[in-house]
């Protein structure tokens, strides 16, 4: 039993998220829980085709349609979050609203409050009672992203870019400091994992 929670993982690509996701999991099954899995965009077969558009480097799109797009593969997000949370699961997200704020409002540069109020309502105004954003230097960053190969379209839109979103990010963790903790994702991955779990014991009382 125990009480349902909703976690979300943010960061930049090669913070290590999944990773995280993955240790968490197995931790509170371990303990008897059960554990919803998702990510943000993805949810059903049309948002995975959305999210390969978005993710695509041949894909040429305004901004305003890129974070529109976002919004909607986030709307199916909502169900599979409400029910999972209504059975009493933990639901642990892999990327959700801040990354949209992060990457289209700052990033982009549309504006953070017009896409929170875009994807918000794809949620209905569902927010995850925790958040891990899992941060690392540009320099560390760059190179895991590197050794990964493969970059897609939002991970090639360059420096500035990278830039903002991180800004973004750690200005959303600084709005909202009662939801959101921050992590040095350079450190070895059972000491993140320890700390995370941590967390969220305090969150279970």
């Not at 558009?53 to 979050?81: C, F, H, N, Q, W």
Request: proline share 3%; aromatic share 4%.
């Amino acid at each position: 039993g125990g009480k349902s929670m909703f976690i979300t993982f943010e960061g930049g690509d090669g913070a290590g998220k999944t990773t995280q996701i993955e240790l968490l999991k197995a931790a509170l099954e371990k303990e008897g829980r059960s554990v919803v899995v998702t990510r943000e965009p993805g949810g059903n077969a049309v948002a995975e085709k959305i999210r390969e558009l978005l993710l695509d480097r041949a894909s040429v799109m305004e901004d305003m349609t890129e974070a529109d797009l976002y919004a909607a593969v986030t709307k199916p997000l909502g169900k599979v979050i409400l029910p999972a949370l209504a059975r009493g699961q933990v639901v642990l997200c892999d990327r959700f609203i801040d990354s949209s704020v992060a990457y289209q409002g700052y990033g982009r540069q549309i504006g953070a409050e017009r896409v929170e109020a875009l994807n918000r309502e794809a949620v209905d105004g569902c927010m995850p009672e925790r958040t891990y954003l899992l941060t690392l230097s540009e320099q560390d960053a760059a190179q895991r992203v590197k050794n990964r190969g493969e970059v897609d379209r939002i991970e090639s839109a360059g420096e500035a870019f990278a830039r903002r979103v991180q800004e973004g990010f750690l200005r959303i963790a600084a709005e909202h400091p009662e939801r959101v903790v921050v992590i040095d994702a350079g450190r070895p991955a059972e000491e993140i994992a320890r700390d995370i779990a941590e967390d969220v014991a305090k969150l279970k009382t």
